[in-house]
C-alpha cells in the first residue's frame, strides 16, 4: 500500500473549484513530483494534504491515518512534514530558533545530534545560527525551511516549489539536497513549475492543469513526452 | 454621571472631581482639599506655591529643594501609576501581537479583578494573598472564555478586523452590565490590602503603594520576557505570532497558544487591579473604560507587540499624568491622548515598536 493516498480530491474558494476530483498516490521511499503552471492548484493539494485547507470531499491517507479528519498540527506528529510555498521560516526569530520549532513535537529529546546533523547538510546554517531569519539571502532562507522540516524527522517531506526566487546555481544545491534527505530514507513529494530540474531527480511524476491531473508516469518518460516537452521544458 | 470614567483618587481621600464639565467652577469643600482640586490656583505664583503646599502634607516648599522634592514625588507617583498601565498594557500588546485583535474588553478585566479581590476578601472572607490569587486564576479562565465564546470563531473564519472590534466592545458592555447587576453601579471602598511601611528618604516620601507597584510590574515584565524569549511556549507564542500557518506546520496547536496568550493578559491584568484597588482603593464597574484606555494608549505608545514598550508606554503615561496633574489638573487627560497623537506623528510604530506592515 501507498504511504500517501489522495483520492477524488475536490478542493473549493468560495465558489472557486481549485481541485477538481484528483487522484494520486506516493510509495515509500519515492520522490514524485506535482508538477504545473501557475495557478494550476499545486499548493491547494499540499494545504489540503497538511491540513491547512480542508476539501470540501475526497480523502487523503497517510500511513494508515485519515488526515482529512485530522487537526493541521496533528498531523505533523504523523511523520509527515511540509516546506511551506514561499519558505515561510519565522523571519523575526533566530535560525537557531526556527530550527527548534522544527522540533517543537520532539520537546523532550535531546537534540544536539540533530543540529549536528543539519549542520553538516546545510553548512551554511551554522555560520549564521544566531543570525534573525529575516536576515538570511533567500536561498538561505530555503535551506531554513529544510532543515526546520527535517528537525522533526519526519517520514515523508512535501516540498512546495522550492526552487523558486533561486539562481540556477542554488537551484542545483537545493535539488542535491531533496536527493540526499530522500536517500536517507524519507519520502518525498515535490511540487515544482521547473519540471525540467524536478523531473530529474523524481522517480514518477503527476501534470497538473486548471486543478485536473492531466498525465501521469515515470518521471523519465514524461521528460521525453513530446506535449510535456512542449509545455513544461520549453521545446 | 454613572459614566463618568473613574478618575484616579489618592489614598488620602480626595472626592471625585467631574473635571471636564466642572472647570474650576465648583469650589471644592473644605478640609478635602488637595492639589487636583485647586487647578485654577497654579495659574499665579501664589497660587502655584498653594497649590504644592497642599499637594502632600509632609512636603513644605523650599526653594529648589522644595522643587526638586515635588518633581521627585510626582515622578514617583507617576511611575507607581503607569506601573498599573503597564501591566494592563502587556495584555493589550500579547493579545495583539498574537491575533491582531485590539481586545477592548482587556480594560474590564481589571475591573473584574478587584471585585474578585474585594469579593473574596470581603463576602468570602478569606485572607488578601489568597484574595489575589483567587482573582489572577478567575481573571485568567475569564479572558481565556472570553476569546474562545466571543473571538474564536471569528478569528478562525477571517473575519473583518471591524467586525472583532466590535465584539470587543460588546463584550466589554456585557462585563460592566454584568457586574453592575451583581455588584451595584455605585462606587464600592476596598479594605486595606497591603499594610506595608513607607519610605522616608530625606524629605522624599515615598508611598509603600508606590514602591509595591513599581518592583510587581518590573518583576512581572522580567518574568513575561523571560517567558516569551526561553521557554518552548514563548517560542511557539512568537512563532504563532508571525505566522499561524506556519506555525502549525511545526505541530503547535495554535489555538492553545492563543488561549495561553490570553490567560497571561488577563492574569497580569488582575495583578494590575490588586495594585489598583491598593493604591486607589474604591472600584465600580465602570472604572475600566478610562483604566483601559490609558493602558492601550500605553501600548501603542511603547510599540503594540512589544513587551518592554508596553511597560515603557505606562511609565511614560503615569509620569506625564501625574506631572500634569500637578500644575494643570483640567487637561491633563488632554495631555495624555497628546502625547499619543505626536508620538504617532513622529514614529508611527511606537516608541519600541517595529516597524512592520500589517498583513491583510
Ligand atoms: N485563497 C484563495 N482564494 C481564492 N482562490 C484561490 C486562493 N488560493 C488559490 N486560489 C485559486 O486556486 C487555484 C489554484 O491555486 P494554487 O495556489 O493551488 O496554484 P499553484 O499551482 O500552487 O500556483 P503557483 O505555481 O502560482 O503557486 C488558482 O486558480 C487560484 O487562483
Ligand atoms: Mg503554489
Redesign the interface.
Known sequence: MALLTVKDLNVFYGNIHAIKGISFEVNEGEIVTLIGANGAGKTSTLHAI???LRPKSGSITFDGNNLVTT????I??LGL??V?EGR??????TVM?NL???A??R?KENLDADFEQIFARLPRLKERRKQLAGTLSGGEQQMLAIG??LM?KPKMLLLDEPSMGLSPLLVGEIFDIIKSVNQGGVTVLLNEQNAKKALEIANRAYVLETGSIAMSGEASALAQDEKVRQAYLGG | MKSNPLEFRRKEGLKPSFRIFSYSGKRPKKGKSGKNNFPFLARSPQGFAAGLGTSNHFFRLEGVCGFMNLFLTQTINGLGLGSIYALVALGYSMVYGIVKLINFAHGDIIMVGSYMVMFIMTVMGMPLILAVIGSILFCALAGVLIQRVAYHRLLTHDAPRISLLITALGVSIFLQNLFQLLFGSEVRSMPTLFDLPAIQLGELHITSANILNIVVSVVMMIGLQTLVARTRIGKAMRATSEDAGAAKLMGINTNHTVAFTFAVGSGLAAVGAALYCNTYPQIKPTMGNLLGLKAFVAAVLGGIGSIPGAMLGGYILGVAESWTKNFYSNLTDAIVFGILIVMLLVKPSGLLGKNVKEKV
Open positions: 497538511s491540513g491547512l487537526e493541521a498540527h496533528k505533523l506528529r512534514a511540509q511551506p515561510r521560516i519565522f523571519a523575526s526569530l530558533e527548534e520549532l522544527g517543537y513535537i520537546a526546520r522540516a522533526s
